[in-house]
Every structure is written in structure tokens, then in C-alpha cells.
């Protein structure tokens, strides 16, 4: 929209049409009704809707520096002091390593989801042969079904491979990762497909003229084409992996007194507050999560226009 | 060159297909097996009873019960987030004072967007233990905190908000909505955006006003998105469990107080884990499925309308 604005701005005799700033204010172009007024109003709403988004979230970093009296005598008391202690309490009953749990896992789940998502539907949508379509289906029926419909057989399966390859069982990361991925490709899969089928071919059919392999041309050719779509989906999963809570908490279980506790950050925060973690110490509790809530806020603040950009279209696919 | 094309198909598919088929697929037709056993999950041991708990799921009140709330928030959930969303999106695409430049959005619209979307990509456990605050019974609790300072409820007797029998399931739809809001808003609004100015410029040289030009313009372009909106609100609907398992009084997995907020899938969750029964739990899931699956297609049916190109 925007290049097409400066384009037609550069003709002078088409100006009127690119909407630019030059053009004299006219009254019939208002809304018939002003626009004052509702003008007002809107921001009121707008400014209030803000308020409940950021209230709730200052409150609680604000309650990382209270007492527990303080938080439990008044809702408006101010912190009476500013000292960080209920931040180290909280690194050290371990919201630091679900942090590097969850890092560990999505860093795992999320390279393999992308690179066999896009395997699949690089192959699905550029070449021909038998059974393309009975496996392009099977994929997108995957992602109507709910989470649910596998979740006891699931358990026992990964129980299972447990029992047969340790590391991939219960309370194991790569477990958990293969899981993570396999659940991530169908939504991966249909949205990558329609992707490279938007792709132009000639690219591709210069490479292979020019004595390139399939492999080489998928990585060198096609990968870097479709970043932008890659992206998007990237984005997808890195916040459907991130606030994933049914599959660690079914799958994520300590299997005895001595397994160390592998939760993901979600997961291990709840067991927190509802155990016994946190029942007398609500500061604690506070300062846990503005440190979990800080390095979102920091990535999300950097990149937001992406993450807008890739989720919306990701979703509208 | 054609003579390599089926080992690089096999070779690229392989990996995927196999994983999918093991933990996705596999699972999801195992469970309607399960569902006809009277597995209890602990032991290899299983007999089959046919439709036995399908006919004790239609005669468990906890069940019926949680198949109720799962159908209340799928009424109220899409609903008011997608109007809240709309309504915001129209406010900063086209609310804003029309006096130089034609059709504008609000000023700062840039910036409500991003303080909007913010809750979307907070973990589902910061909103669980945030809300737990905001909840709380006491005047240290943020909305209880608000009404006694504004004077509308006596110190002495706060509400109860999640404990209370009539509002715990509210006080979770508020969160989902609270969450929601932001990226629907986000979709709309670039829906909207693509939607060329000059629609409206000429529906405002005919005279229209802003609420015409919201249900004859707006509303019937961005029909396709409010559709694609609503299948994934219908979706979260269905679920809900991370949010009522933590936040909501119960033993196990929450739906409490005395299963005034349960739903299908905390009551899933605690039969599989906490009861041990596995063929109950499978059966449950069967009718999660087959709920979602008529939903999806209902709504498909009913949103149906001509597409509009422009």
C-alpha cells in the first residue's frame, strides 16, 4: 500500500488520488455525524481496555517488592521497600531451570518442527506421485482433531519407548520434543504446502537444469524463497510451543523420588503456586514471574510487528 | 534426473510421516478402542465392555454437567471476544477524527496495538497465577482492592469471585477474553486495512454515517476473517483446561467449587490420572471429539455466504 502511495505522489497530476498530505481540508469528506464526539468516546474505551491490560501486570511486578503482609493487607499498598531478595528466593526454587527446560525443549522441538514440516510440504506441494494426496490429507486432518482424543494412549506410548529407549520416555526432554514436533507438524504442514505452491517455478528449474540435486535445490533454492513464510510459522509454533500446558503436564511427570524435575517453565510456575512452593510467600511467587514475564516482553517488544504479522497471517492461511 | 526423484520423495517424507503416524494418528484411533475397555491404565489387564461407558457417561451428572459449561463458553467466549475485537479494530482503523486526511484511524493506534496483543504471548501459567491475584477473596486481591476503594462492596464481606458457585466460570471466561482480545483485534484490523480507502471515502460523499459504514462496509468485507475467528475460538472453548485446571478450587485438576465450573476436559484429566481409569477417560475424549467435529462443521454450514472480492 504504502510504495504504491509514494509512487503515485512523485506524478503531481495524480496526487489528489494517493490520499497525500497536501490536500486542503474539505468538509464534505467528515463523517456526517463529526466525529468529536466519538472521537472522545473511543479513546476513552481504547484508554481503559490499556489500563486493564497493564494494571494487572504492574501490579504484580510492583508485588515482587512487598511484604506478604503488604500484599495480603491492601490491594493499593505501595512496596515499603525496594530490595530484590524475593527475586533470588524465587531463581532459587528453580524458576531458573524450567527456564532452561523449556529453552532446551523448544529449542529441540521447534528446529525439527520446522525442518521436517518443511520437508514434508516442500514434497507434498512441488512434486507428483502416488499417494500425495492420501498423505497431504492425513496431515491437515490431524490439526482439527483436539489434543484430547490422544491423550491417555499417548501416555502409554511414550511410557513405552521409555522402557525401550530411556531417553525418549517419560520426563525425558527428547520425549517431550518429539511429541512437541509431531503435534506441531499438521498445522506446519498445511500452511508451509500452500506456501510453496505460491512460490514461482523458473528458480528452481534453473538450478536443476544447472546440475543441482533435489536436496541442494530444497535448502539452497526454496528454503531461502520462502522466509517469509517460514517465519511466520515459526512464530506460530514458537508461541503454541511456549504456552503448551496439557502435553508436559501429562507427559512431563518426576517417575520417581530421585528424577530430577524436568517441568516446563508453565508447568513448574503452577506447581509452585498451588504446592507447597509459594504458600507463604506471595512476593516470592511475584518476582517469579516477572521473571518469566521479562525476556517475552523484551523479544516481543523488539519484534512485534513480526509476531503481529506472522500470527495473523499464519492464522488467516 | 527422474530416475532420482523417488528416493529424494521417500527420503524427505520419511521422518515426518513415520513420527506422525506413531504419536499422532496411532494415538488418536487407539483411544476409540480404549474407550469400548474397562481399562484402568495401570495394568496390561482390559476387558471389552462395548458401549458400557458410553452409557455411564450419559448417566454422570459431573459429566453432563461439564458438557453444559464447555457449551456456555462456547456461546459466550466467541461472542464477546469477537465483538470486543471489532469494535476496537473499527475504533483505531476508522474511529479517529476525519477532518484533513478522509478515513483514518485514532492517533496512537499503533501503540493500543501493541499494548493490546501483549497477553497472547504471556504463558498460560503467568495468566493462571496473575488472575489468582487479581481474584483473590481478600482486599489484597486487585478487584476486590478496586470495589472496596470505590466504596461498592463492604471490606467486610469481599466477594468470593473463583470460590463463589456462580462466578468461578465467569471470572475464567473474563481471562480468556481479557487474553483474546489483542489478537483478534490484531487479525481484524488487518483485514480491515486491506480493505481499500476509497470504499469509504465514497460511502462518506453519499453521506453515510459511521455506524453505516461499520454494518455495510465493514462487517460484510471481513465476514471470511470473523468465520476463521470464531472456528479458533470455538476451539478454544473446547478446551480451556489450563486456565480452569489451575485457577479454579478442586482436589485434582480444578472445576470446583463442587463442580460448578468442571468441563469436559478437567474431568477427563482426572479420571485418566487421578481415578485411574483409563476407558473412561478415552471414552470422554471420543466425545470431545465428536463435539468439536459437528461444531466445526455447523459452523462452517452456517457462517457460509458469497464471497465478496475487492
Known amino acids: 500500500m504504502s510504495t504504491k502511495t509514494d509512487a503515485t505522489s512523485t506524478v503531481p497530476a495524480q496526487r489528489e488520488v494517493g490520499g497525500t498530505p497536501p490536500r486542503k481540508p474539505v468538509k464534505e469528506q467528515r463523517f456526517a455525524d463529526g466525529g468529536g464526539i466519538l472521537n472522545v468516546f473511543s479513546h476513552g474505551f481504547l484508554a481503559l481496555w490499556a489500563l486493564m491490560i497493564v494494571g494487572p501486570l504492574i501490579w504484580i511486578v510492583l508485588g515482587s517488592f512487598k511484604t506478604n503482609a503488604q500484599i495480603g493487607g491492601s490491594a493499593w499498598a505501595w512496596p515499603s521497600h525496594w530490595h530484590f531478595d524475593a527475586f533470588s528466593r524465587a531463581w532459587s526454587k528453580g524458576i531458573g531451570s524450567f527456564f532452561a527446560n523449556t529453552v532446551i525443549v523448544l529449542a529441540g522441538s521447534l528446529t525439527l518442527t520446522m525442518l521436517l514440516g518443511a520437508m514434508a510440504a516442500y514434497v507434498l506441494a512441488r512434486y507428483e506421485f502416488r499417494g500425495n494426496r492420501v498423505i497431504y490429507y492425513f496431515f491437515v486432518a490431524g490439526a482439527m482433531f483436539p489434543v484430547y482424543l490422544a491423550l491417555v494412549p499417548l501416555f502409554f506410548m511414550v511410557k513405552n519407548l521409555g522402557q525401550v529407549l530411556p531417553w525418549l520416555g517419560l520426563n525425558q526432554y527428547a520425549g517431550l520434543i518429539l511429541v512437541y514436533t509431531a503435534y506441531s507438524l499438521p498445522f506446519t504442514v498445511f500452511f508451509l504446502y500452500s506456501f510453496f505452491r505460491s512460490l514461482p517455478t523458473a528458480v528452481h528449474e534453473a538450478a536443476m537444469i544447472d546440475g543441482c540435486s533435489h536436496t541442494r535445490a530444497f535448502f539452497q533454492v526454496m528454503v531461502p524463497m520462502a522466509k517469509s513464510g517460514l517465519i511466520s510459522v515459526l512464530i506460530f509454533n514458537v508461541l503454541g510451543q511456549w504456552n503448551q500446558y496439557l502435553l508436559p503436564v501429562t507427559l512431563m511427570q518426576q517417575q520417581s523420588g530421585t528424577d530430577p524435575d524436568r517441568s516446563m517453565l508453565a508447568q513448574g510456575l503452577m506447581n509452585l503456586a498451588v504446592q507447597s512452593g509459594y504458600a507463604s510467600d506471595f512476593p516470592g511467587l511475584f518476582a517469579g514471574m516477572t521473571i518469566a514475564m521479562l525476556p517475552v516482553l523484551v523479544v516481543y517488544l523488539s519484534f512485534q510487528k513480526q509476531v503481529q504479522a506472522g500470527l495473523t497471517s499464519a492464522t488467516l492461511k | ?310
Open chain 2, 1 to 310: 534426473m527422474r530416475h532420482r526423484k523417488y528416493p529424494f520423495i521417500v527420503g524427505f517424507l520419511i521422518v515426518p510421516v513415520v513420527l506422525y503416524v506413531v504419536l499422532v494418528i496411532w494415538p488418536y484411533l487407539q483411544t476409540f478402542g480404549y474407550s469400548l475397555t474397562d481399562w484402568s491404565g495401570a495394568s496390561q489387564k482390559m476387558n471389552f465392555i462395548g458401549l458400557r461407558n458410553y452409557a455411564k457417561l450419559f448417566g454422570d451428572n459431573v459429566f453432563i454437567s461439564a458438557v453444559g459449561h464447555n457449551l456456555l463458553l462456547l456461546l459466550v467466549l466467541p461472542v464477546a471476544t469477537i465483538l470486543l475485537a471489532l469494535f476496537f479494530a473499527f475504533m483505531l482503523n476508522v474511529g479517529g477524527r476525519s477532518g484533513t486526511g478522509g478515513v483514518q484511524g485514532v492517533r496512537g493506534a499503533a501503540f493500543y496495538k501493541i499494548i493490546f496483543f501483549f497477553p497472547q504471548v504471556l504463558s498460560v501459567a503467568i495468566l493462571s497465577v496473575l488472575f489468582q491475584g487479581v481474584y483473590r477473596t481478600d482486599q489484597g486481591g486487585l478487584l476486590n482492592g478496586i470495589l472496596v476503594k470505590l466504596g461498592l462492596e463492604d471490606a467486610g464481606h469481599p466477594w468470593q469471585w473463583l470460590a463463589d458457585p456462580d462466578l468461578g466460570l465467569w471470572c475464567v471466561t473474563g481471562v480468556l477474553i481479557w487474553s483474546g482480545v489483542g489478537f483478534y483485534l490484531v487479525l481484524f484490523s488487518a483485514a480491515m486495512q486491506s480493505v481499500p480507502k476509497d470504499i469509504y471515502e465514497a460511502a462518506l460523499l453519499d453521506g453515510a454515517k459511521r455506524a453505516q459504514t461499520f454494518f455495510k462496509i465493514t462487517l460484510p468485507l471481513l465476514w471470511e476473517t470473523i468465520q476463521t475467528a470464531w472456528v479458533y475460538l470455538a476451539i478454544a472453548a473446547m478446551d480451556a483446561f489450563a486456565l480452569v485446571s489451575t485457577m479454579t478450587p478442586g482436589a485434582y485438576y480444578g472445576g470446583g467449587p463442587d463442580h460448578h465450573s468442571e468441563i469436559m476436559a478437567t474431568y477427563l484429566m482426572r479420571n485418566f490420572i487421578t481415578f485411574g481409569k483409563a476407558g473412561y477417560a478415552c471414552a470422554m475424549g471420543v466425545v470431545i471429539f465428536f463435539i468439536t467435529l459437528i461444531l466445526s462443521v455447523v459452523s462452517l454450514r452456517v457462517t457460509r455466504r458469497e464471497k465478496i472480492e475487492f
